[in-house]
């Protein structure tokens, strides 16, 4: 057996010579960037951050999990604002939007269960379905034909199925057929999750079973939560293990995250200016309508996307190149997102740039 260093120096390799291997990647203030999921222009708000501080009197950890002791008084008024917004009885904030998704699926499902979930699903929907022990089928991206044809082949086989898809689609931000998956749950005496994680605050379009979220892109803080029928929020809270097993995250994080919610819900603006720059993007790329500030420019291998990305950081924008495994082979691409924080000036600039590196007609 090779020395444990031996063995991550050799795994490493295999990474490198694949372009596989992912940098962390520090802000650089010298770049404009593009590479943020702060799509509300948030994080920085100053009410925002004076929350944040307020909050801090309180101790800089919540000190235990929710269970013991670290419920503090910043908990509820979130929870209850996070329900309201998604039209539900109950909200419940996890530690991070990864764990939110891997508790409640883990919680809700089992052996004997059936889950089937789009083919792009977010990593930690995938996880939750695996470490659930249920049955995990993928239906074609965002094809309701396959869906209907996989729950009419196996739904009857299983005790629970839950059908669960992103709302906007973190790679690509194209949206899911959502009224159509509700109806399909519905025939199929199926319970239906909507990942929202890359939403923008506005109101739900459709009545899910359960409401996923972050706290940590459009609120521009850190956490997720799940919002959905009191019994639900009741069990999550007694058997969700990422829940129980955790501590709470500290008062200042959901004192900053519900001040955030408080101005995305008041100043609709906000959205309405990021979704008018990714429109622009789109429309220079040739690419369909935005229903969402995440614009995809796909150029196939890493080479070019890491290429791309390394160009536009010379040309003094932070762009991320996004390569498998994290999105299919031979779809590597860059990864442009635009937030109520760019200006019509850092539009036209990236513009220029993609045009000049031929990336833009
Ligand atoms: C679709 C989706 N769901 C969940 C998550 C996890 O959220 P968080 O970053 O809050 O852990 C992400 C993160 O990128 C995501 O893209």
């Known amino acids: 057996m090779p020395g444990l260093t031996d063995h991550c120096q050799t795994e490493l390799a295999t990474r490198d010579a694949t372009m596989a291997r992912r940098q962390l990647r520090t802000p650089d203030a010298a770049l404009v960037s593009f590479a943020s999921n702060d799509y509300l222009g948030l994080c920085h708000h100053p009410q925002v951050i004076a929350a944040a501080q307020e909050a801090l009197v309180e101790g800089a950890g919540a000190g235990a999990s929710r269970l013991v002791s670290g419920n503090h008084a910043y908990y509820a008024p979130l929870e209850a604002a996070l329900a309201t917004h998604k039209g539900k009885e109950a909200a419940l904030v996890f530690g991070s939007g990864y764990l939110a998704n891997l508790g409640t699926i883990t919680a809700l499902m089992g052996k004997g269960d059936l ?37 009419s082949e196996h739904r009857a086989q299983y005790r629970h199925c839950l059908i669960v898809t992103e ?11 959502l009224v159509e ?28 079973d359960i409401w996923m979220g972050t706290l940590s892109k459009s609120l521009g803080a850190y956490g997720g939560y799940v919002a959905a029928a009191q019994p639900v929020i009741d069990l999550l809270t007694t058997s969700a293990r990422p829940f129980i097993f955790s501590t709470g995250l500290p008062p200042s994080v959901c004192a900053a995250a519900h001040a955030a919610l408080r101005i995305a819900v008041c100043e609709p603006e906000r959205r309405e200016r990021a979704l008018a720059h990714a429109q622009r993007v789109r429309y220079a790329l040739g690419l369909p309508v935005a229903h969402s500030t995440i614009v995809p420019l796909i150029l196939g291998s890493s080479e070019a ?25 031979n779809t590597a691409r860059l990864r442009l997102t635009l ?17 000049q590196e031929k990336l833009a007609a």
């Open 115 to 151: 889950i089937l979930a789009d083919k792009l699903a977010h990593a930690c929907i995938l996880d939750g379905a695996q470490l659930s022990g249920a049955t995990l089928k993928r239906f074609r991206h965002n094809d309701l034909a396959h869906a209907e044809a996989l729950l």
């Open 167 to 177: 709302h906007i689609f973190s790679m690509d931000g194209d949206r899911a057929p």
């Open 181 to 208: 998956l509700k109806t399909l749950s519905a025939q199929h005496a199926s319970w239906l999750m909507v990942d929202d994680a890359h939403g923008l605050l506005d109101a739900p379009p459709i009545a899910a």
């Open 305 to 329: 996307a890491l290429a791309a990305a390394a160009a536009l950081r010379d040309a003094g924008l932070e762009v991320v190149a996004i390569r498998p495994p994290t999105v299919p082979p």
């Open 339 to 355: 937030t109520a924080g760019h200006t019509d000036t850092d539009i036209d600039r990236l513009l220029t740039v993609l045009k």
